[in-house]
């Protein structure tokens, strides 16, 4: 099981930029998987950046090139750098962690954070 808290949504304007922090409850290195989704009003959840452990991380074309994952091993925190926002990345972001329980995966997801880009 894992506790995931996000922090760093805010209000921006186009072209901006906002850090996103997600920290987990356990060390991030017995996390499966680890990622971004976010969801616009009236749109389906979708896939910003998720990482596999071990592995680099993938990009949804739409952020790619303008948005970066990173990690705090020692504060088992993972940051969401997002530069040149588009009013199209207005949505909440969610943090997401997958671990393996039994014969498949099971998602916990943090709170949400609200970030909204101005054009």
């Known amino acids: 099981q894992v506790q995931l808290v996000e922090s760093g949504g805010g209000l921006v304007q186009a072209g901006g930029s906002l850090r996103l922090s997600c920290a987990a409850s356990?060390?991030?290195?017995?996390?499966?998987?680890m990622g971004w989704y976010r969801q616009a009003p009236g749109k389906q959840r979708e896939l910003v950046a998720a990482v596999v452990s071990g592995s680099s991380t993938n990009y949804a074309d739409s952020v790619k090139g303008r948005f970066t994952n990173s990690r705090d091993d020692a504060k088992n925190t993972v940051y969401l750098q997002m530069n040149s926002l588009e009013p199209e990345d207005t949505a909440v972001y969610y943090c997401n962690a997958s671990l393996f329980v039994g014969l498949g995966l099971k998602d916990y997801w943090g709170q949400g954070t609200q970030v909204t880009v101005s054009s």
């Open positions: 356990r060390s991030i290195f017995s996390i499966n998987v």
